[in-house]
């Protein structure tokens, strides 16, 4: 469809992965900021 050969699947695959990488770290993180906050509110 694009035509993607392996040359460009090589070089672009890595930088997917960091892209994946940080919004899971970014999601992980609003999650953990989310559940503080609650915490904070209930004392």
Same mark, same amino acid.
């Given at each position: 469809?694009?035509?993607?050969? !392996?040359?460009?699947?090589? %070089? #672009?695959?890595?930088?997917?992965?960091? #892209?994946? !990488?940080? !919004?899971? #770290?970014? %999601?992980?993180?609003?999650?953990? #900021?989310?559940?503080?906050?609650?915490?904070?509110?209930?004392?």
């Amino acid at each position: 469809m694009f035509g993607i050969d !392996a040359y460009t699947f090589e %070089t #672009v695959w890595p930088s997917l992965l960091g #892209v994946a !990488a940080m !919004a899971g #770290v970014m %999601t992980w993180g609003f999650f953990k #900021v989310k559940n503080l906050m609650n915490e904070d509110q209930k004392k």
